[in-house]
């Protein structure tokens, strides 16, 4: 389930480490799912014998899907097309008759099997999509574009100084490019002024063991990017690896975090840091598409599930600021009437 969550097939969930050996965790709404799932199939089917068939189902069922997940990855090793389709082709042939023949118990209980199964791709299938439809409609600006005006309100005294530190997340997939509403939120938004603003752009690589970072001077001493690669099996805890990066860039001169205030620069204590995450909203009547507001509904109600994105990327929340916005998708112009001005007669 860690690895779903970090391929975003799965809403982000509370994860604990009861060791500290890798790969040994415990998901607390997980375990709590598969209790109330024991007890609900011990009701219903009452005896082990009685379990046979969706056993068996789902036994047949995991063989058949490890043996298709092992020839594509064979095929991705570039193995020879023949010995692939030989091995997939033996191996498929004798898992489906085993398969054909559970399926004759489909009745008896293999439809319980079927139900977990479906239930649980059916919300995969939901969050992919929907976190696709949200990718999509996501606007995006060039950001050297933006570098002079941040630089001004960095320099412009007459704005209160919002932190020593901004940092924001930015969910822009294209290099160079900043989503739109992070601009709103640094110019527009309750101009926030600060000594340093730094970019988190966060990569989850193919590998499991993966966790390194890229660091850009986008502005000297005011603009800054970072993008950390984290593997499939790493738990996001950006706070902490922020920690570590700052430590690196300080040590190497690259960054000067002293405070700018006298008393505390007198002193040489670091500025503060602060988190914004823009979060978006969606709002149904922005679509006339149906089943992509039925889709965008459902991965509301699945969303609930898991954890806020603060606690998702192991944010200290005590400093993060969550700005809501709202996800446009196409507005619907010829059902929303315009309201018009009262003209009083003289």
Same mark, same amino acid.
């Given at each position: 389930?860690?690895?779903?969550?970090?391929?975003?097939?799965?809403?982000?969930?509370?994860?604990?480490?009861? #060791?500290?050996?890798?790969?040994?965790?415990?998901?607390?709404?997980?375990?709590?799912?598969?209790?109330?799932?024991?007890?609900?199939?011990?009701?219903?089917?009452?005896? %082990?014998?009685?379990?046979?068939?969706?056993?068996?189902?789902?036994?047949?069922?995991?063989?058949?899907?490890?043996?298709?997940?092992?020839?594509?990855?064979?095929?991705?090793?570039?193995?020879?097309?023949?010995?692939?389709?030989?091995?997939?082709?033996?191996?498929? #042939?004798?898992?489906?008759?085993?398969?054909?023949?559970?399926?004759? $118990?489909?009745?008896?209980?293999?439809?319980?099997?079927?139900?977990?199964?479906?239930?649980?791709?059916?919300?995969?299938?939901?969050?992919?999509?929907?976190?696709?439809?949200?990718?999509?409609?996501?606007? #995006?600006?060039?950001?050297?574009?933006?570098?002079?005006?941040?630089?001004?309100?960095?320099?412009?005294?007459?704005?209160?100084?919002?932190?020593?530190?901004?940092?924001?997340?930015?969910?822009?997939?294209?290099?160079?490019?900043? &989503?739109?509403?992070?601009l709103y939120s640094i110019i527009n938004k309750q101009p926030k002024r600060a000594d340093h603003y730094w970019l988190i752009n966060m990569e989850f690589a193919d590998t499991p063991d993966t966790l390194e970072y890229r660091f850009d001077t986008l502005v000297p001493d005011t603009l800054y990017s970072i993008t950390m690669r984290i593997g499939f099996r790493i738990e996001p805890r950006v706070s902490l690896?922020?920690?570590?990066?700052?430590?690196?860039?300080?040590?190497?001169? $690259?960054?000067?975090?002293?405070?700018?205030?006298?008393?505390?620069?007198?002193?040489?204590?670091?500025? &503060?840091?602060?988190?914004?995450?823009?979060?978006?909203?969606?709002?149904?009547?922005?679509?006339?598409?149906?089943?992509?507001?039925?889709?965008?509904?459902?991965?509301?109600?699945?969303?609930?599930?898991?954890?806020?994105?603060?606690?998702?990327?192991?944010? &200290?929340? %005590?400093?993060?600021?969550?700005?809501?916005?709202?996800?446009?998708?196409?507005?619907?112009?010829?059902?929303?009437?315009?309201?018009?001005?009262?003209?009083?007669?003289?």
């Amino acid at each position: 389930m860690s690895e779903a969550m970090n391929l975003h097939f799965w809403p982000r969930m509370r994860i604990k480490h009861p #060791t500290h050996v890798k790969g040994q965790l415990y998901i607390p709404m997980i375990n709590l799912a598969m209790y109330i799932g024991v007890v609900i199939i011990i009701l219903l089917f009452r005896d %082990s014998s009685h379990m046979e068939a969706a056993y068996g189902l789902a036994i047949t069922i995991t063989m058949l899907m490890t043996t298709l997940l092992l020839g594509f990855y064979l095929h991705s090793k570039g193995v020879s097309r023949v010995l692939t389709i030989l091995f997939m082709g033996a191996y498929c #042939t004798i898992e489906a008759i085993f398969l054909a023949a559970n399926l004759s $118990k489909f009745l008896a209980g293999g439809w319980c099997t079927m139900l977990i199964g479906g239930i649980l791709f059916l919300m995969m299938y939901v969050w992919v999509r929907a976190m696709k439809i949200r990718h999509h409609y996501i606007r #995006t600006k060039p950001l050297d574009d933006y570098y002079q005006i941040i630089s001004d309100i960095k320099a412009d005294v007459s704005i209160p100084k919002y932190a020593s530190n901004l940092v924001y997340i930015n969910h822009a997939n294209k290099e160079g490019t900043v &989503d739109n509403k992070l601009l709103y939120s640094i110019i527009n938004k309750q101009p926030k002024r600060a000594d340093h603003y730094w970019l988190i752009n966060m990569e989850f690589a193919d590998t499991p063991d993966t966790l390194e970072y890229r660091f850009d001077t986008l502005v000297p001493d005011t603009l800054y990017s970072i993008t950390m690669r984290i593997g499939f099996r790493i738990e996001p805890r950006v706070s902490l690896y922020l920690r570590q990066v700052v430590e690196d860039l300080v040590a190497d001169g $690259k960054v000067d975090l002293t405070s700018s205030y006298p008393s505390l620069r007198k002193n040489g204590i670091p500025g &503060d840091f602060r988190f914004i995450i823009i979060h978006r909203v969606y709002y149904p009547e922005s679509s006339v598409n149906r089943q992509q507001n039925l889709l965008m509904s459902m991965y509301a109600l699945i969303s609930k599930i898991g954890i806020d994105e603060p606690k998702a990327l192991g944010l &200290d929340t %005590s400093m993060v600021v969550v700005e809501r916005v709202p996800l446009i998708i196409s507005q619907r112009n010829g059902s929303i009437r315009r309201i018009t001005q009262i003209v009083e007669e003289e």
